[in-house]
T-cell receptor
Framework: EAQVTQNPRYLITVTGKKLTVTCSQNMNHEYMSWYRQDPGLGLRQIYYSMNVEVTDKGDVPEGYKVSRKEKRNFPLILESPSPNQTSLYFC?????????????FGPGTRLTVL | AQSVAQPEDQVNVAEGNPLTVKCTYSVSGNPYLFWYVQYPNRGLQFLLKYITGDNLVKGSYGFEAEFNKSQTSFHLKKPSALVSDSALYFCAVRDYKYIFGTGTRLKVLA
């Protein structure tokens, strides 16, 4: 089954404790992206990757890191989480980098930073 | 800069009535426009897209959207709403980055 998987689905942590949210897709997509969803703000792009070893900042990259060492994986790293990073996070992927391809979304990771 | 606006936080409609969820956009160049739906505790699902060609785009679950270049709008429509259509709907525009609207919650009343 074609899908985007994220782990963990739920995470409660404390300020400053490094964490990684994994994202994997099995559709051989070139483009991958991370978003956060907050009430009243919709989805905001954190980072995106157009292919292996190519990443770029989205609209809200502060406090986050990503890497793209393999085509299928695109982990999101919070080196020192803070309470304002409490949010619902989505990973997504699509074919190529042209604008006309829809994205496939993972099920989401609900992160709470205390 | 690209932007997308969804002017309504919530839309209520009676089951069986037509529904419209509004979206306006601002882009330089030709727009790539999308609608996604989010059901409770789920990720977003693709509904439909406008790339070029016919201004009326048909998508999943009986939804369609009308692209209007002069009004820079891309409203989502359905002729007859179902209770199961109740969800959160997002409009998005894409160049190499995606820009999403703030979302509109659709509530279909039985």
């Amino acid at each position: 089954e074609a899908q985007v998987t994220q782990n963990p689905r739920y995470l409660i942590t404390v300020t400053g404790k490094k964490l990684t949210v994994t994202c994997s897709q099995n559709m051989n997509h070139e483009y991958m992206s991370w978003y956060r969803q907050d009430p009243g703000l919709g989805l905001r792009q954190i980072y995106y990757s157009m292919n292996v070893e190519v990443t770029d900042k989205g609209d809200v990259p502060e406090g986050y890191k990503v890497s793209r060492k393999e085509k299928r994986n695109f982990p999101l790293i919070l080196e020192s989480p803070s309470p304002n990073q409490t949010s619902l996070y989505f990973c997504a992927s699509s074919h190529r980098t042209s604008g006309n391809n829809e994205q496939f979304f993972g099920p989401g990771t609900r992160l709470t930073v205390l | 800069a690209q932007s997308v606006a969804q002017p309504e936080d919530q839309v209520n409609v009676a089951e069986g009535n037509p529904l419209t969820v509004k979206c306006t956009y601002s882009v330089s160049g030709n727009p790539y426009l999308f609608w996604y739906v989010q059901y409770p505790n789920r990720g977003l699902q693709f509904l439909l897209k406008y790339i070029t060609g016919d201004n009326l785009v048909k998508g999943s679950y009986g939804f369609e959207a009308e692209f209007n270049k002069s009004q820079t709008s891309f409203h989502l429509k359905k002729p007859s709403a179902l209770v199961s259509d109740s969800a959160l709907y997002f409009c998005a525009v894409r160049d190499y980055k995606y820009i999403f609207g703030t979302g509109t919650r659709l509530k279909v009343l039985a």
